[in-house]
């Protein structure tokens, strides 16, 4: 039997880049975190020209899948909550999937 595999792909868009670029910045470090590497695969691409960043996450487990999106998710937070922005476009890849 084949394990479950969790995927999701986040678009994150501004109209500002310099939000963009801060943002970038902010979360490339947690990218490559041993922590995060233990529950699952995290990739983060930031295009300056169409400004947005995609953010996947995938992870072999409900719970790593899970911890990760709830890390990110508090960390996208409490970036827009430190430079008071409340209007932010977050929308869900029509890739993103569970597979078995």
């Given amino acids: 039997m084949k394990a479950n595999k969790y995927k999701m792909t986040l678009r994150i868009y501004s109209e500002s880049p310099k939000v963009i670029e801060s ?42 899948f899970r911890a990760l999106l709830n890390s990110y998710l508090y960390l996208l937070k409490v970036f827009f909550d430190s430079i008071g922005k409340t209007a932010v476009s977050i929308s869900e890849s029509p890739n993103s999937q569970q597979t078995s």
């Fill in 23 to 64: 943002l970038c910045a902010s979360l490339r470090p947690e990218e490559s975190s041993q922590a995060d590497e233990k529950r699952g695969k995290v990739s983060i691409d930031c295009d300056f020209k169409k400004e947005f960043i995609e953010l996947i996450i995938e992870s072999n487990s409900d719970g790593g």
